[in-house]
């Protein structure tokens, strides 16, 4: 077995668990996710999963990087949830994985807003959308800061899935 097939399925091990954990516990602890952050860019550089990065991954990371920051602004995501999102960035920049995080993320969302919580969700979702375009302005960080302290679905596995099925499918059919 090669080192970047043992690294790599390590890392997504590394992932399934964090997401398990979230599912069970409802937090992504900060122990778990920092050590990615010291290993993704290692990993990136020594053993990039569709050979090196050049410019088109670059501006893929400085973007994914750019929606994280705008994601925890907002507060759409739980701060364990960005500190994962962060290191899956730098590891993954290619367009397979946005896209797949991007239907998962969307699908997921719908999902959760209407399951969770007997649909409260989708209550408050549909208020804040009114509300939105009523006064024409995007919700203030306080208000959003007071909705994201309240309990939350487990939001991990809509960064999770997507990772581990790329690295997989990566994994199996090399380039």
Not at 49 to 68: D, N, Q, R, S, V
Not at 118 to 137: D, E, Y
Request: charged share 10%; proline share 8%; net charge positive.
């Amino acid at each position: 077995m090669s080192p970047k097939v043992l690294v790599w399925g390590l890392i997504a091990l590394w992932v399934a668990a964090l997401t398990v954990n979230d599912w069970r516990t409802r937090r992504v602890p900060n122990w778990a996710v920092y050590p990615l952050w010291l290993v993704a860019p290692v990993v990136a550089w020594a053993w990039p999963l569709h050979g090196g990065y050049g410019l088109f991954e670059a501006l893929f990371i400085a973007g994914g990087l750019l929606a994280c920051a705008v994601i925890w602004y907002l507060r759409v995501l739980s701060g364990g949830d960005i500190k994962l999102a962060v290191p899956l960035m730098i590891l993954l920049p290619y367009p397979g994985f946005y896209w797949a995080f991007l239907a998962v993320g969307v699908f997921g969302s719908l999902l959760m807003l209407i399951l969770w919580d007997g649909g409260t969700g989708w209550r408050r979702f549909r208020s804040v959308l009114v509300n939105t375009l009523a006064a024409q302005r995007l919700p203030a960080p306080s208000e959003t800061r007071a909705a994201s302290e309240e309990v939350q679905p487990p939001a991990t596995w809509m960064l999770g899935l997507p990772a581990i099925l790329t690295i997989v499918v990566s994994l199996a059919t090399p380039m």
